[in-house]
DNA sequence: AGTTATCTGTACCGATGAGTATGAAAAAGC
DNA sequence: GCTTTTTCATACTCATCGGTACAGATAACT
């Protein structure tokens, strides 16, 4: 299977890599096609031959980032075996990916395009399910460890899934700011420390019987 | 003291807050000029007589924001008299601000300019700067309640800190997804709940004889 | 009334945005 | 060697970007 015409000049694979590093660096509205042209090393009618226009890139872009970037963190840690394995290994997985010294810090599925133009609302809009979509996946993983004891089963998988949603997408913002691995690792830590399903006790992973908004004071 | 020329037409304020909806709803970048003349109900050469250029103006809303929007949560929440209260008010207050009926979801301080263009390098870093002097206040406030006897001596304020902002700066993603203030406030209570000052315990407020990253597992 | 100072509206500026037409170049198939 | 097919490079399109020149309008001050 050899191509016909003349051959490209440019390994596809190594240019998208390039694109990725550029879209997470500066998101989408943030990256011209001149800033897409000069760091793949094509030009731009090759761009556009070999991807589509700039929005079908970006989302080849991401499609490239769930396979090898922080993304790829959260089908690892859904295989761990216990519910505080899932949330370990995907806190201290994310923490130290959007870390990576050769990479851009943060996620780019958090700011490829937090806020945006008209123009890029259909990529904001992607983003956002993506987004949605991780923290569902994490939602039934935590339900099938209530299922099998793992959690109590009182447990809310809602509230617990979505707190962690919170604490990966503050850590991204946290990263692009210029945290250090460590210092997000000692957060992690933190976290992980307080984690309920690590006291063994279900108090507060529900509300039961309390009511949201209804706890009691520590003064 | 009259002004001596033709009156204005419009009010500065009220213009600057529209302005500063605008910018809080698609970002620095986002936002064209034709979008802020059309909400501000304007034309371009009365809004560069009165606020500057661009950056200048978003400078200006920014201010604005400080006083009226989200981040003036925190100024109340400082003043709180334990550690505790501080971080009661300041989440609850956030997540409360952050999905105002009538205002954009989230936080312009982290939906400003979060990534972006080089054009928008200096907006980025001034949202940084305002990120960070937010944790470094909060941190001193909590290094005060150790001071106080309000938190264990052995407490790390620096990772307290920043694991709050982190949670902050998490539900401004959050809300900008779409989710409700009662699911932002579940994880509040969840969060509080979990606040180590309400069990009268320090053990989850360092690592004390540990070490960052040496921590028993739950299994 | 006349002067001066400021604001408004239109119409414009050069620069840059994304996307493309076109012809030369380089390979395979015959 | 010639045709066919695909890529490459230059140079272009039109729209929009942020920012401004200029003339007419409207007020206070004298």
Not at 35 to 53: C, H
Not at 82 to 97: K, Q
Not at 159 to 180: E, F, N, T
Request: net charge neutral.
């Amino acid at each position: 299977m050899v191509a016909k015409g003349r051959p490209r000049k440019f390994d596809t694979n190594e240019a998208l890599d390039k694109a990725l590093i550029v879209f997470w660096q500066r998101g989408f509205e943030g990256t011209s096609l001149s800033d897409l042209t000069e760091a793949m090393g094509i030009n731009r009618p090759s761009l556009y031959a070999a991807f589509g226009d700039k929005e079908t890139l970006f989302r080849r872009a991401l499609d490239r980032y769930a396979e090898v970037g922080p993304a790829a963190v959260l089908h690892g840690a859904l295989q761990q075996p216990t519910a505080r394995g899932v949330i370990e290994h995907l806190l201290r997985g994310v923490a130290e990916a959007f870390t990576h010294p050769d990479r851009p810090a943060g996620c780019l599925v958090v700011q490829g395009a937090l806020s945006c133009g008209e123009t890029a609302e259909a990529v904001k809009q992607e983003l956002c399910c993506r987004r949605a979509s991780a923290e569902a996946q994490l939602r039934e993983r935590l339900e099938r460890a209530k299922a099998e004891g793992d959690l109590p089963p009182d447990a809310d998988t809602a509230i617990l899934s979505r707190y962690v949603s919170i604490v990966v997408k503050g850590m991204s913002v946290q990263a692009a700011d210029g945290a250090s691995r460590a210092e997000l690792l000692a957060v992690v830590d933190m976290v992980l420390n307080c984690w309920p399903a690590g006291r063994a006790t279900s108090e507060n992973l529900s509300n039961s019987g309390k009511g949201i908004g209804v706890l009691s004071r520590a003064e």
